[in-house]
């Protein structure tokens, strides 16, 4: 009887133990990068995106979009219509070292998942390809992307039935690392340095978000400047930024200062650009009275906030659904 007793109660505490282990495997896949981001290889910024929450809000799927002729074939040959199919992306950005280069200034690795029809994608590729390698049990296509004058190779490859991989470097390299994540991606923490040094930052339940030197597709002279305004920051200031659904679309944007003096300067000239931002756009509703005033960008704007947080500069702002909607919605053509 005592012999049971202990085999029952050896029995109940494996079973715990177990069950425990369980729970910590869940926990700690539930906190670690998205599986797409895990594969990018090393890069000066990573940027994701989660696109079923974005396609369930705004319903962009199922707006009627304007396709190149390139496009509409490619459509056509694989099957695949990336608004409806595509689940999620990530990218890499990789700072070239010849900003006059076929590359400029930034060039790019992804790797999407979604809903693909691999026969159908590889036939179509193959027809397109320049060259074929076989890497890691993989076929890599390489196709010349350009305008005749410069040409640049991009490569692709499929990782799986719901998984592509893709890079537009001079190099196999990138492509290569991401394959080779890919044979090794059983951790849920690996991944690239940068992912493991900044991804604990961004905030929990981010459907979006970007890490690192995220002004680098807007770098111009070594400062960002986006849509032709000069932000008071160099290009390789480091960022952690992010979008989640709280009611409405937070965005957050981190800037990590080297120290806290750098911090409160950063805080203070883009609260002054923000209040600047606020007035033109004031200036300008004023100046179309009879136009019926935006509500969404309106209230952009007024959610608009900075503060200083040790050696961070935090921005945040409320985005409405509607401008999301708006902004997915392409313009019929004929109308400004």
Known sequence: MSLM????????????????????????????????????????????ANLKPLRAATHFDRTQ?????????????????PERDLDCAAFALHRMDDPNGPNGPVGYSEVFEGRFDGERLARYLATIATAKESYSGHDIYTIAVGDG???????????????????????PEQIHSILDRHRAAASPFSGSSLLSAWYRDVP???????IGHIGLPFSDRGYISIFGLQLPLPEDTTFVASLRYLGTLHLRIEQ?????????????????????????????????????????????????????????????????????????????????
């Not at 979009?65 to 219509?81: E, H």
């Not at 004058?149 to 190099?171: E, H, W």
């Not at 929990?204 to 970007?210: L, R, T």
């Not at 985005?319 to 997915?328: F, G, M, S, W, Y």
Request: proline letters at 8%; glycine letters at 2%; hydrophobic letters at 45%.
């Open 5 to 48: 007793r202990k085999r029952t109660r050896y029995s109940l505490l494996l079973m715990l133990a177990l069950m425990a282990a369980l729970v910590v495997v869940l926990v700690l896949r539930k906190a670690a990068p998205p599986e797409a981001a895990r594969l990018l290889p090393e890069s000066d910024a990573i940027v994701y």
């Open 65 to 81: 979009v304007d396709r190149s002729p390139d496009y509409q074939r490619f459509i056509d040959a694989t099957g695949i219509v």
């Open 149 to 171: 004058k410069v040409v640049r190779p991009f490569r692709i490859a499929q990782l799986g039935y719901d998984t592509i991989a893709a890079s537009n470097m001079p190099t």
């Open 204 to 210: 929990a339940f981010s459907s979006a978000w970007a």
């Open 256 to 336: 990590i200062a080297p120290t806290e003096a750098d911090a409160a300067h950063a805080t203070e000239t883009l609260a002054s650009l923000i209040t600047l931002v606020k007035s033109v756009t004031q200036t300008q509703a004023q100046m179309h009275r009879n136009a019926p005033p935006d509500a969404g960008v309106h209230d952009l704007m007024e959610s608009t906030k900075i503060e200083q947080h040790k050696d961070r500069a935090v921005v945040t702002a409320n985005i409405p659904l509607e401008l999301i909607r708006r902004l997915a919605t392409p313009t019929p053509e004929g109308r400004p």
